[in-house]
């Protein structure tokens, strides 16, 4: 997972990543981590939420999915 991707939302550490696939199409991956939690409790990992034709593009959908997340659930 690339830290260079990482930002801070509400309360939330956001993590996106893209992984390549043998296709050549790229999952996107994501790591939430609550502030001020116990790091099993408030860690959320999401795994293939979609698939895109490049990594820019995974990664941007990791991140808006990440914001979409924290609202509805916060």
């Known amino acids: 997972m690339q830290t260079k991707h990482l930002h801070h939302y509400n309360g939330y550490a956001i993590q996106p990543s893209a992984h390549r696939l043998p296709d050549g199409t ?3 991956n ?3 981590e609550r502030a001020n939690s116990a790091r099993a409790e408030g ?4 795994y293939s939420l979609d698939y895109f034709p ?3 593009q995974a990664l941007r959908h990791s991140a808006h999915w990440a914001h979409e997340w924290v609202d509805t659930r916060g």
């Open 30 to 32: 994501l790591l939430l």
């Open 43 to 46: 860690r959320y990992q999401f």
């Open 54 to 56: 490049n990594e820019e």
């Open 26 to 28: 790229f999952s996107s």
